[in-house]
């Protein structure tokens, strides 16, 4: 069972619809048992880190996300809000990758934000990619990012370079949208099933 979980983030559908394409049915919920008895779960999310944050804390979605032992794949808001910090509202998020999400600070006048269109990916070292995606392209959305880190496990050189993905554990985070990129973004989902 593939659950996604429901909260206020803005691209659920889109990536239901992805598994959809991949002939996977994947239940959208916020029930608590659902999401801790699923095989795989998506936390996905379009949207502003410390409300969204707050919002997990209320509903206790933090601790039940934190507890999950299944993989999760977090996808753009998702994996910043699997980070330790925000600066988009000065946000404490769930602490699962140590690291924190800056805003980009453009340094010339080309560097547009947010991040927004296709970028490659590199160096990538991680289940959730084989060799045949490295340099590959993937659609990104973001004024925020991570930085390289011991969990990056794909990398993307936007201003500067950064962690278009992260994986420590059985917790893997995209910070592209796989559910708008294409063939290559539906690969990656089927990697992170066949986890």
Known sequence: MIVIIKY???NIFSVE????RLNVD???TDNQELISKADKVIFPGVGEASSTINYLRKNRLDS???GLKQ???GICLGMQLMCKHSQE??????????TDVKRFISEKHEDKIPHMGWNN???LNSPLF???LENEYVYFVHSYYVALSEHTAATTDYIQPFSAALHKDNFYATQFHPEKSGSVGEKILKNFLNI
């Open 8 to 10: 206020n983030a803005g």
């Open 26 to 28: 994947a239940i959208v």
């Open 17 to 20: 619809h992805a598994f959809k």
């Open 71 to 73: 993989p999760v794949l």
């Open 121 to 123: 990916i590199t160096s």
């Open 89 to 98: 509202g000065d946000a404490d998020c769930l602490g699962i990758f140590d």
């Open 64 to 66: 039940l996300i934190l």
């Open 130 to 132: 084989d060799s045949s």
